[in-house]
């Protein structure tokens, strides 16, 4: 069986490429299409993990309150019935 052989990437589109940093490690990810990192916004499934399990144990915590704006309902709507 022959080998299909690799196209080589444009310059051009390198730039186009989408890239960012991992928020857990910070180490630089770029990439051609969203299929090739399944575990973006983190650059491994290492890094989700990780970033999970610190919510987890409280390293990460949101300390104010939902803004009493997002908790109120809307005058206009009806009482529930029943």
């Excluded at 052989?5 to 857990?24: H, N, V, Y």
């Excluded at 990192?37 to 650059?43: I, T, V």
């Excluded at 990780?50 to 104010?64: C, F, M, N, P």
């Amino acid at each position: 069986m022959a080998a299909i052989p690799r196209r080589t990437p444009d310059p051009a589109e390198a730039q186009a490429m989408p890239t960012f940093d991992c928020p857990t490690c910070r180490k630089p990810v770029t990439v051609a299409d969203k299929a090739d990192l399944p575990f973006r916004p983190f650059c491994s499934k290492r890094c989700k993990t990780v970033d999970l399990g610190r919510w987890l144990d409280g390293t990460y915590a949101i300390h104010e309150p939902a803004a009493p704006a997002a908790t109120t309902i809307p005058e206009d709507l009806d009482p529930p019935v029943g």
